[in-house]
């Protein structure tokens, strides 16, 4: 069983810039979210796909936006990059039918500069 | 609103001793989740348990085990005998019981286990 993998793992972009983040969610995983991690923070929920919609957000900007594809991997997209965006970005994965934990890729760490 | 607090923002510990991470969260629903996480350096956020609002009953896993007091609004985990790969920072989550909304995570502790 394949479990969640993102990249890249590690970015640095400059302010102003643009950033896409990509996930692969656990095989048989047909919800993604995800979450941003500031440094020294707990994850703060960004949003949620189902079925290539989003189902869910959190208190984030429009500037962060995202993507579900058929074969329910994700992208989320930041764009305008400010220096507050630095964080590591988790991707989680869950079936949406069975109750139970978030199953948590490595994350991407971006550093904006 | 749904809040999460972790007062301890960072333990050290000599191996070997036993060390109670405290866990205090604040909810509206009478039925909800409250989970633990462990973080390690690798950045991955490590499933530790599940517990949902109607079972009290305390939990043992190996080392490992936690106190949930709804009178107190409290989930507390103890791990018993540390040991050096403890080492990582804790997470205290808490869901509504439906499992579609997202987690509300606690500021974690970083435990530093000692050899």
């Known amino acids: 069983e394949t479990g969640v993998t993102q990249s890249p793992t590690h970015l640095i972009k400059t302010r102003g810039q643009q950033v896409t983040l990509r996930c692969s969610s656990q095989?048989?995983?047909?919800?993604v979210s995800w979450y941003q991690q500031a440094l020294g923070q707990g994850p703060q929920f960004i949003f949620q796909?189902?079925?290539?919609?989003?189902?869910g957000r959190g208190n984030f900007p429009p500037r962060f936006s995202g993507l579900q594809f058929p074969n329910y991997s994700s992208e989320l997209n930041v764009n305008a990059l400010e220096l507050d965006d630095s964080a590591l970005y988790l991707c989680?994965?869950?079936?949406?039918?069975?109750?139970?934990?978030?199953?948590f890729g490595e994350g991407s760490r971006l550093t904006v500069l | 609103a749904q809040k999460v607090t972790q007062a301890q923002t960072e333990i050290s510990v000599v191996e070997k001793e036993d060390v109670t991470l405290d866990c205090v969260y604040e909810?509206?629903?009478?039925?909800?989740?409250l989970f633990w996480y462990k973080q390690p350096p690798s950045g991955e956020l490590v499933f530790l348990i599940r517990r949902n609002s109607f079972d009290e009953q305390n939990e043992i896993s190996g080392r490992y085990s936690w106190n949930f007091q709804k009178s107190t609004s409290s989930f507390n985990f103890t791990i018993t005998a540390s040991q050096v790969v403890d080492s990582a920072v804790y997470f205290c989550a808490l869901s509504d019981i439906s499992g579609n909304t997202p987690l509300v995570f606690g500021k974690g502790t970083r435990l530093s286990v000692i050899a």
């Open positions: 796909y189902y079925r290539e919609e989003e189902n």
């Open positions: 909810t509206r629903d009478t039925t909800y989740y």
């Open positions: 989680a994965s869950r079936d949406r039918f069975i109750t139970g934990e978030l199953f």
């Open positions: 095989s048989g995983h047909n919800t």
